[in-house]
């Protein structure tokens, strides 16, 4: 009896499958590759600003710690420095996440990063952008431009209720409606933040560990509060050494808008 020789044909992958699923492949890439990096970025930047909140904390510790003891004037310039051993450590522990390198303001009140606050124009947020660390809802094209104004005496209304990010690369909340001339406008909202209903964030957040016998120790003027329950306030007084934790009714505290 002869033998059947069977053929079997084997099984695998063409080079045309092959070939058709790369580019497949390279496609979802195109697409994806560029929304993860930015929302890498993003979150690398919302943890900068966390960050660079905590040394302002410590740097009010700091404050409060050596002028008691010393009547020392402690500075930005020397906490970072690394001028006070009890504080030193701790704020080597915060970091720029994307490598940026911190230092002091002009104004030698808060803490910039190479990076993610060098003075360049910031880009306009965009829908559902928010004041970096929390879920402050952003508003964009909030300040006039000089276009606006048809006439030298015109005057054009803010609206109270909304955060933006201004051209200087800082953060500001309208607290109150009021209304600026075209050579206001021109000047921008810090020089006008003194008197009216408008507020320039300090960059530092506190939370509930802030809170001692029901005030905080230490807020400043742009100090925004957490309460861990989705809301945020910011404090509007430049007077605020033993402020009280805001409620509802407000007092030197404004309830921010969240997304």
């Known amino acids: 009896m002869g033998y059947i020789k069977k053929h079997h044909k084997k099984s695998g992958f063409t ?12 496609i979802l890439a195109a697409f994806l590759i560029p929304s993860l990096t930015s929302y890498i970025d993003k979150a690398k930047e919302k943890q900068c600003q966390i960050n660079r909140s905590a040394i302002m904390r410590h740097y009010k510790a700091a ?66 952008d928010t004041y970096p660390g929390t879920s402050i809802a952003l508003t964009s094209a909030v300040w006039p431009e000089q276009s606006q104004f048809v006439n030298p005496w015109d ?14 690369g800082k953060y500001y909340a309208i607290t109150q409606s009021f209304s600026i001339t075209k050579h206001q406008a021109a000047n921008g909202p ?3 933040k003194r008197w009216a209903g408008i507020t320039q964030f300090s960059g530092t957040t506190l939370t509930a560990d802030d809170i001692d016998g029901g005030r905080f120790d230490l807020a400043d003027n742009g100090d925004v509060y957490d309460d861990g329950s989705g809301n945020y306030y910011v404090y509007t007084s430049y007077n605020g050494v033993d402020a009280p934790v805001p409620t509802e009714s407000g007092g030197n505290w404004y309830q921010l808008t969240t997304n």
Do not use: M, W
């Open 15 to 26: 080079l045309v499958e092959i070939i058709v699923t790369l580019v497949i492949l390279a």
């Open 190 to 192: 810090e020089a006008i």
């Open 63 to 128: 404050s409060a710690y050596y002028y008691n003891d010393n009547d020392e004037d402690v500075t930005l310039q020397k906490l970072l420095n690394g001028d006070y051993s009890d504080f030193t450590e701790d704020i080597n522990d915060f970091r720029c996440p994307s490598g940026g390198v911190y230092s002091v303001a002009g104004d030698g009140k808060s803490i910039i990063c190479s990076i993610h606050d060098n003075g360049s124009t910031p880009d306009e947020p965009d829908p559902g």
């Open 155 to 168: 005057s054009y209304t803010l609206p109270a209720g909304v955060v933006f990010l201004f051209a200087d």
